[in-house]
């Protein structure tokens, strides 16, 4: 079945600075998004980017379909952002079954 | 925007009972899924159903099962619960008509089976 990596598996940044989490996949999909569970453990939508780019305050987004890559940028990071990220993708041939990464767990120091 | 609404943040049962999750979300969605998430196993799909009535066994279907009689509403259901089904349960619609959009997804309930 298709793969899905995320890195890092673990971020630690101080507060205000930059970051890039990585999605690769292994196959071609037709759905693809970011997600932020927050300490509840609710699935937050971040963005749905199965190509291009986006961006959504300081959180940007860029999905190469040609290349099974996605990476969600976090720009002056507020400790508000930190929890676990995840990518998850739906396969082109699939009738919608979501498969996701196992997650990269950011923590933002003040 | 859409709104999935699950019953329950938490929830007891004891090993045995008879356990109802309800799902409910409000835009006409026409995907309804169900997942559950553990340390280390990551999130693992249930069920999932394609329209009223229908039902399709995801990853992990046993002990589970799933009813879907309204459009709006998707139940899992723990026949017999039991405490490797303490987890955290989660549940997701999806829009499948031309321009859908992704996944949305309810605030989840912790089930603790004791």
């Known amino acids: 079945g298709i793969q899905v990596e995320q890195s890092p598996p673990d971020l630690i940044l101080q507060e205000g600075a930059n970051s890039t989490l990585r999605c690769n996949f292994s196959d071609s999909v037709n759905n693809l998004q970011w997600f932020h569970q927050n300490p509840w453990g609710q699935l937050i939508n971040l963005f749905y980017?199965?190509?291009g780019t986006k961006q959504n305050g300081r959180l940007s987004a860029t999905t190469v379909a040609t290349e099974r890559y996605s990476l969600l940028y976090i720009s002056s990071s507020q400790t508000t952002d930190s929890g676990v990220y995840f990518c998850a993708v739906a396969l082109s041939s699939n009738t919608g079954k979501l498969i996701f990464g196992q997650g990269t767990t950011l923590q933002v120091k003040p | 925007d859409v709104k999935v609404t699950q019953s329950s943040r938490y929830l007891v049962k004891r090993t045995g009972e008879k356990v109802f999750l309800e799902c409910v979300q409000d835009?006409?969605?026409?995907?309804m899924f169900w997942y559950r998430q553990d340390p280390g196993l990551g999130l693992r799909l249930i069920y999932f159903?394609?329209?009223?009535?229908?039902?399709e066994k995801g990853d992990i279907p046993e002990g589970y099962s799933v009813s879907r009689e309204k459009k709006e509403r998707f139940s899992l259901i723990l026949e017999s619960a039991s405490t490797n089904q303490t987890s955290m349960y989660l549940c997701?619609?999806?829009?499948?008509?031309?321009?859908?959009?992704?996944?949305?997804f309810g605030s989840g309930t912790r089930l603790t089976v004791v």
């Open positions: 159903s394609y329209d009223v009535k229908m039902k």
């Open positions: 835009m006409d969605h026409e995907n």
């Open positions: 980017i199965p190509s």
């Open positions: 997701a619609s999806r829009r499948t008509r031309q321009g859908a959009g992704g996944y949305t």
